[in-house]
């Protein structure tokens, strides 16, 4: 199966992961250290994203009470990858 570009700013690093692999794997394998305290539960919310282009593929159920968020944010441990994702983390640290 063809792999998923996906692009994290303000880094402008594109990484491709194969479907199914979440944005928070995704990011961790562009180097890009995403806060996410719960342990990728869905119910911090520490990984939040902004979406900038495109929409996941798929949203995982969250292991407890999902964190909320605003509109065009996602959960990066629970939202799947698609080809041409653009995402904007809300904590995070460029490690690599
Ligand atoms: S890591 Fe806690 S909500 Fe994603």
């Known amino acids: 199966m063809a792999g998923c570009r996906v692009r994290f700013e303000p880094y402008g690093i ?3 992961v ?3 692999t979440t944005v928070l794997e995704a990011a961790r394998k562009a180097g ?9 539960r869905g119910t911090c919310g520490q ?3 902004r979406i900038l282009e495109g929409q996941p593929a798929a949203i995982r159920q969250a292991l407890g009470r999902a964190a909320a968020l605003p509109k065009g944010m996602a ?3 629970l939202a799947e990858v698609a080809d041409g994702l653009a995402v ?3 904590n995070a ?3 690599g």
């Open 14 to 16: 594109e990484v491709t």
């Open 18 to 20: 194969s479907p199914g």
């Open 32 to 40: 890009i250290a995403i806060a996410a305290q719960c342990g990728a």
């Open 47 to 49: 990984c939040a994203v």
């Open 75 to 77: 959960l990066a441990c």
């Open 88 to 90: 904007r983390p809300v």
């Open 93 to 95: 640290v460029r490690v």
